[in-house]
């Protein structure tokens, strides 16, 4: 999301420099903080790329609050996977199923060994699951098994969130502790609720056993998540 003003004065000069377009605008998926800013390129891009359940969400959120006037919405959307290649310059983009919410894109610029996974990690942040945009915390750590396949031990992964300044990328060691504490997270829930708690009582631990790296700020997202898909389940 494009708010503060150093960055509009870099979007107004990149506009008076660029005699060209940019020929593609990638989303991760359809919150503000990553698609809101889309508008301000309106005019320099040819083409804003994301997956087609992050078009439907972000044209459904927008129209809730009657800003469809504020968006710039994708006009290229793939479904399972997208390939670019741009000179010796290759992309590809996945979507490996439900997690954060049911549109997040993973981009992978192969050549420099690079890949941008969105809010699929919060690096030792507790995140928002989304699940009134089909998040599936379950589904989650699945899908975080396949982005460690795709990559590599020198892969750079770019979090779309991250708790320390400064750790906003870093390796598979960072996804796998991410991994592991959804896994923890669920398996917390679960024994709560076998243990006949509420979600009100649940929501109120301010740490999960196991986990040692994530502060406490935000814990109810997460916590609120997990109940409700496990008892979800339960009933339906």
């Known amino acids: 999301m494009i708010r503060n003003s150093p960055i509009r004065l ?35 891009v040819q083409n804003v790329v994301a997956h087609e359940n992050s078009l439907a969400n972000q044209k459904r959120v927008a129209e809730t609050q009657n800003a ?9 959307v793939f479904k399972d996977d997208w390939k670019l290649k741009m000179g010796n310059a290759k992309l590809k983009a996945f979507y490996f199923g439900p997690a954060h919410t049911n549109g997040d894109a993973v981009y992978q610029f192969e050549e ?15 995140p928002f699951v989304d699940r009134t945009a089909g998040a599936s915390m379950a589904n989650w750590i699945k899908v975080l098994d396949k982005i ?4 590599n031990k020198n892969t750079i992964y770019i979090f779309g969130h991250s708790g320390q300044p400064g750790k906003e990328s870093g390796t598979a060691e960072d996804v796998k502790l991410f991994q592991d504490y959804m896994g923890k ?10 243990a006949g708690k509420s979600k009100d009582e649940f929501i109120k631990n301010t740490s999960i056993p196991g986990v040692t790296e994530f502060p406490a700020d935000g814990i109810q997202r997460p916590l609120t998540a997990a109940y409700e898909e496990l008892t979800e389940k339960k009933v339906s």
């Open 10 to 44: 870099q979007i107004l000069l990149m506009k008076k420099t660029n005699t060209q377009p940019f020929r593609f605008l990638l989303n991760t998926h359809h919150h503000g903080d990553h698609s809101s800013g889309n508008i301000s390129f309106k005019g320099m």
């Open 68 to 76: 469809m006037d504020k968006q710039l919405l994708p006009d290229m």
């Open 112 to 126: 420099a060994n690079i890949m941008h996974l969105g809010d699929l990690v919060a690096n030792r942040r507790h």
């Open 148 to 151: 460690i396949k795709e990559g």
């Open 185 to 194: 997270t669920l398996a917390f829930a679960e024994k709560e609720i076998k």
